[in-house]
């Protein structure tokens, strides 16, 4: 199990470093570009834009697909409880527990 977390915790911060120097290799790419400052300003806001509206899209599909994937684990539990538990007669839905001596 601790050698799991060891490789999981690599895995991480490969991935977090090979990110990491993406995005400096990507900001020093625009920052020495032929282009001039203000040009260069104009596109990093407007790929920063173009960034946070792909993420707000895909928030809000993730919140779609999470909020019925709960309702589907909602109800299949209701139905596993209604089938599972019978009712004692009390409609409070416990199962009566008899102890042996």
């Known amino acids: 199990?601790?050698?799991?977390q060891r490789r999981r915790g690599g895995a991480i911060r490969t991935v977090?470093?090979?990110?990491?120097?993406?995005?400096?290799?990507?900001?020093l790419g625009i920052l020495f570009a032929p282009a001039s400052g203000q040009?260069?300003?104009?596109r990093i806001a407007m790929k920063a834009q173009a960034f946070r509206?792909?993420?707000?899209?895909?928030?809000?599909?993730?919140?779609?697909?999470?909020?019925?994937k709960a309702?589907?684990?909602?109800?299949?539990?209701?139905e596993w409880i209604t089938e599972h538990m019978?009712?004692?007669?009390?409609?409070?839905?416990?199962?009566?527990v008899t102890h042996h001596a």
């Open 86 to 96: 019978p009712q004692n007669g009390n409609g409070n839905g416990h199962r009566r």
């Open 53 to 68: 509206k792909t993420a707000v899209k895909k928030l809000g599909q993730t919140q779609k697909v999470l909020a019925c």
């Open 39 to 42: 040009v260069t300003r104009r």
């Open 1 to 4: 199990m601790i050698k799991q």
């Open 16 to 27: 977090a470093t090979v990110g990491l120097a993406t995005g400096v290799g990507y900001l």
């Open 71 to 78: 309702t589907e684990a909602r109800a299949a539990a209701t």
